[in-house]
């Protein structure tokens, strides 16, 4: 079984964490299915890196903003490989580029097109674990572009479609989708199963559990993706094509 799954900064803040995120790959390769892992920026590194830039500049240079803010993500990328290599199991981070990522040239809010899967087969076949750098590809020029705030989910998703993965497993802080913030509502409820336009309703009304172009993206390639926590173990949220109650 081929998994794409999705990290977030929460899910990779400390070294406990990115230890956890690599032991839960490892575990998976071990039972015998292939795994491409989606990390995000660690924890407040994507904003610590605006703030010393607006420091350095007022003005925004979108192409120089675009090449420092994927920094973020490639750190996070090649900790990860490190852990899952403390572990005893081959792995490679790739940025968006070598991934195969390209995407038009909107810096800063830019568009998947098209990705070549081909270094990521080659790496899979070779039994590593290949984990990618989110919220980036490469546009027409050849410059590095940025896909906007939560853009490693539409990433994850994107990868999943291209290379037609089993799973595409979203891990956040929250254990699913549920239609209040748990975090702030107690008795918020939780979805076991949630179409694409009531998910796309949500997002509307403020809910960030999901980038809104990944769910464009799952709807339009027949993606189901799973929201899950990335601490409970427990089951999470399906969204895919599922009507609403």
């Not at 007022?58 to 090449?67: K, M, V």
């Not at 590809?137 to 989910?153: M, Y």
Request: hydrophobic share 40%; proline share 2%.
């Amino acid at each position: 079984m081929l998994i794409v799954q999705k990290y977030g900064g929460t899910s990779l803040a400390d070294p406990q964490r990115i230890h956890a995120a690599a032991l839960r790959a490892v575990q998976l390769v071990r039972q015998g299915n292939q795994i491409v892992m989606v990390v995000s920026a660690r924890g407040h590194t994507t904003d610590e890196l605006l703030h010393t830039a607006r420091t350095v500049s007022p003005a925004n240079n979108h192409r120089e903003l675009d090449a420092l803010l994927s920094a973020g993500e490639q750190i996070s990328a090649a900790l990860t490989a490190m852990a899952v290599e403390a572990l005893g199991q081959s792995a490679v981070s790739l940025t968006g580029w070598q991934a195969g990522i390209r995407t038009d040239d909107t810096y800063g809010n830019a568009r998947i097109t098209d990705i070549n899967c081909s270094r990521i087969r080659r790496e899979l076949q070779q039994g590593k674990i290949v984990i990618v750098a989110g919220f980036q590809g490469i546009g027409p020029g050849n410059d590095i572009t940025t896909l906007g705030r939560g853009g490693s989910d539409t990433t994850a998703v994107a990868l999943a479609a291209f290379l037609k993965a089993d799973k595409c497993q979203i891990f956040t802080d929250v254990d699913g989708v549920y239609d209040r913030d748990p975090r702030i509502f107690p008795d918020a409820c939780r979805y076991e199963t949630i179409g694409y336009g009531q998910m796309m309703e949500l997002i509307g009304h403020g809910a960030q559990v999901l980038h809104d172009r990944s769910v464009e993206f799952a709807e339009n390639h027949g993606i189901t993706v799973e929201v899950l926590s990335a601490f409970s173990g427990k089951p999470g949220t399906l969204v895919g094509r599922f009507e609403s109650l």
